[in-house]
């Protein structure tokens, strides 16, 4: 009887391998993808998406409630679009955008360059522009506080040197947007180093070859072929502007609310959860929208040299 | 009056060289080359790798500037004019092709440069298309999807449609597989001849060379060792270096003395060879066709006794290796037919007739 088990046992798991047919969920269970991937899973199930779900199912709670076992309604939504708190969206989503474009202007050429120019020296360069990072950003934005403040760094300066007058130039939407700039320009360059390092050189001696200017090989060469790098940075950039609290706080001094200080602010004084939930969600849907239409349009596996 | 200047034009070479000479830190990738290449003709360098091939067609396609020297196109020095202002062209050994456009832009992409109407360039890609043998519903499939092969056709078709001057080729058939490459060599070779258009041919394959090229140029330390016809490169390799560069070829050290016999350095045999520059420590080459199995010292100018140790089949030809001595092997090569009947490690005796070797002096520049 034992002996007749075991030849059965070893049939079907000889039939398995031949025809991999899906034999239940042990079987997935055991394999060793799923297995290595399970620690990590359990991770971000606990420290992600219970925290993303309690947050979506706040957001459908009656207003200044703190319990999410009462009957959903969209009230908080209803009042978000009654009042103007869809300002605050479109100035996160404005400021966002312009901060994107910036970076990206100003990162290309300094990508470029430290891709194909360079040399030796860019890993130098690299490690410049990413030791700001190690101080905390509400840090530097002092810094740069003290810098534009009236008679501050810079006014003082000019004051001094040129007898040139200057008004603050802090608590301005410009100031806001520079200091979006100047936070957020790392996430756009190292991305679109990665992006720009892709292009084979031979690619662009080609375009070059068959009589294209240098503006017709960045159009038709540079920029396409690196646009992964590109795309994605664009992504990091604008996902983290629209979701800046300090620099609008600290350099704009509130001269503009963009949609975190507005969230925070439920969170905190107004003491509504509901509402920043519901803020929350809306923030995180125009995030998550724009990132799966973005990355459907890049080739990852094409990144990560699996192809 | 038209009829001189078109003769003119004619004779003169469509591309020249002159004393061209590339220096990366003070050590010459190309050394001072002279060279005229003929309007129509299919030119290949033929060298080994670091010979400095690629570096001197880089400078003939205008990516890279020579140190010192000119290079004329139909007479007009075009040292400063940039690869995209040049009306030359080249299919680099990785094709380049570009992977975000499809294979109809790739092919149009020469003339979408130069402002053509889509309309015109849609038509002349189907040509190109059409006279590489692709089918047209090729024109909107993706380069990604295309096999090796048809990328090649595909990067000649992109080429083609630049309608350059010289078309020059950086070893593109390199990575393909045997068969597939000569196939392709042949197709090349039509296309040359349908288009007669000038093609400047990159190449570390002689044989490759032999197949495709009106003249050949053998390329090794910068300079080139010898340039003529694919027939003289084989049958009257001029030095060591461009009979060993053809295939497998049998290389015997000797001392040729003042009565113009040879002896070998290794097992002291005397040979007759060809008439030689001079006395003195010389290079005995024999191709293995020249080999022959011979029954005594009449039937061949030289003969040597040895064993043989093992048969190579070849397909057509069959290849046997001879063991003289301790410390001599060589290649004998025979058609299929002619088969050696006798056992392996069995005495046999071979030869050759001295017009069949090749004897050259040692020297720096072998």
Known sequence: ?307 | MVTTEAEARAAQPILQLRAIEKVFDQFAAVDRITLDIQEGEFFTIVGPSGSGKTTMVRMLVGMDKPTRGDILLRGQRINDVPANKRPTCMVFQSLALFPHRTVGQNIEFPLKIRGVDPAARKKRALELLAQLRLPDHYYGKAVTQCSGGERQRVALARALAFDPEILFFDEPLSALDYKLRKVLEKELKDIHRQTGKTFVYITHSLEEAMVMSDRIGVMNRGRFVQVGTPNEIYGSPTTRFVSEFMGEVNILDVTVGPDGTATDDVTGARYLVPPSAGAGPCSLVIRPESLRFVDGPSQAHNVVTGTVYNEYLLGSRVQYQIRVGEKQVLLLENLRDQRYEGDLDSPVTVGWDTGDSMIFPKGPLQ
């Open chain 1, 1 to 307: 009887m034992a002996q007749a088990t075991g030849i059965v046992t070893i049939t079907a798991a000889t039939t398995a391998r031949a025809a991999p047919e899906p034999s239940g969920w042990r079987a997935w269970l055991r394999q060793a993808g799923v297995l290595t991937a399970l620690p990590m899973a359990l991770l971000m199930l606990a420290g992600f998406v219970a925290p993303l779900l309690l947050v979506v199912a706040f957001a459908f709670m009656p207003p200044q409630s703190f319990s999410i076992l009462q009957p959903p309604t969209l009230a908080n939504f209803q009042e978000i679009f009654a009042n103007s708190f869809y300002r605050s969206f479109l100035a996160s989503l404005y400021l966002a955008a312009a901060t994107t474009l910036i970076c990206m202007v100003v990162c290309y050429p300094v990508a470029y360059a430290m891709v194909r120019v360079f040399g030796r020296v860019a890993g130098v360069l690299a490690l410049l522009i990413t030791a700001p990072l190690f101080v905390a950003d509400n840090l530097r934005l002092v810094g740069w506080m003290l810098f534009l403040v009236k008679g501050g760094v810079l006014s003082g300066a000019l004051q001094a040197w040129f007898g040139i007058a200057t008004d603050s130039m802090l608590y301005t939407v410009s100031a806001t947007l520079f200091g979006l700039v100047y936070t957020y320009l790392p996430f756009m360059l190292f991305p679109m180093i990665m992006g720009i390092a892709m292009v084979p050189l031979e690619m662009r001696e080609a375009a070059f070859d068959l009589g294209a200017t240098r503006w017709q090989v960045l159009k038709e060469v540079d920029i396409p072929l690196a646009m992964p790098g590109i795309l994605i940075g664009a992504l990091m950039t604008f996902i983290l502007a629209a979701g800046a609290l300090s620099e609008p706080r600290i350099l704009g001094g509130s001269s503009v609310v963009m949609i975190a200080q507005d969230i925070q602010n439920e969170f905190t004084f107004a003491q509504n959860w509901p509402k920043g939930s519901a803020l929350s969600v809306l923030m995180i849907l125009v995030a998550g929208v724009l990132a799966v239409t973005l990355l459907r349009r890049i080739d990852l596996d094409g990144i990560f040299g699996r192809r």
